[in-house]
């Protein structure tokens, strides 16, 4: 009887330590986040049209390849405004597995929206996410997030209204950033909240760049806390975009 559970406890503290080494392997080394947007990531969008003369289309030859430069008119940001190619939304929410803390984050580029800026001031703005497009790097966590969590069936879309101007006191120029704070309203999962945040916003290359966080607790918005089996979440997430415009 003792050498019976003997093996017992020893096939325990075996399982016990599998599932541990391994919740440690995926929580560093398999499970990989994409790191936080950033003011790079801007420079990237804004820098994806190059700025020339404002003639015809510009063709050149490198390295056996032809080229084709969009010329860019720099006619200050006053105006209506589109979101460009490029752009890119996403979630991020810290979460433990067996306490071994790791991120998961997933993204989307399926946004549009459009804002109007007159002066130095952002009059109106509205943007709308394709909620069933969002991916990351886990099948498995797409399921739950499309199912249990946002319900996509349901709710496909996300929507942002601004709802109070953005004063941003000066226009920014010369790919130099300026920092405002924005409050409108957030829909995601058919629950619209107020929220306020703070943007940084670039113009260069006849672009907007746009760069913001909007944290998210997850119960303002009816949203099920996304723990499920040994992985634990944070009750908030973020919501994190880089935007690029082109004009209307």
């Given amino acids: 009887m003792k050498k ?18 391994g919740s440690f392997i995926y929580a560093k080394f398999i499970n990989k986040a994409d790191d936080e947007f950033d003011t790079e990531d801007v420079k ?3 820098n994806a049209t190059t700025s020339v003369a ?44 067996n306490g071994f803390d790791t991120t998961a984050n997933g993204r ?9 800026i007159g002066a130095t001031t952002v009059s109106a703005g509205e943007f709308t996410v394709d909620m069933t497009t969002f991916k990351s790097d886990k099948s498995r966590r797409d399921g739950q997030f499309d199912g ?10 996300s929507t942002f209204v601004l709802t109070a101007p953005i004063d941003f006191q000066q226009v920014p120029t010369g790919g130099t950033t300026i920092t405002a704070s924005a409050t409108g309203d957030l829909t995601l999962r058919g629950t619209t909240k107020s929220v306020t945040f703070d943007v940084d916003a670039t113009f260069a290359n006849g672009r907007v760049g746009v760069l913001g966080r909007i944290p998210v607790l997850f119960s303002d918005f009816g949203i099920p806390n996304p723990s499920v089996a040994t992985i634990s979440t944070e009750d908030n997430g973020l919501l994190e975009f880089v935007l690029a415009f082109d004009r209307a």
């Fill in 4 to 21: 019976h559970w003997k093996k017992l406890v020893t096939a325990v503290v075996a399982i016990a330590i599998v599932v541990v080494a």
């Fill in 44 to 46: 990237d969008l804004l």
């Fill in 54 to 97: 404002p003639d015809a289309p510009v063709t050149t030859e490198a390295a056996g390849l032809e080229t084709t430069v969009v010329p860019v008119v720099d006619d200050g940001v006053e105006g209506n405004w589109v979101i460009a190619e490029g752009s890119e939304v996403g979630y991020r929410v810290d979460e433990s597995i």
């Fill in 108 to 116: 989307t580029q399926a946004i549009t929206g459009t804002f109007t």
């Fill in 148 to 157: 249990r969590i946002m319900d996509v069936a349901n709710f496909p879309t």
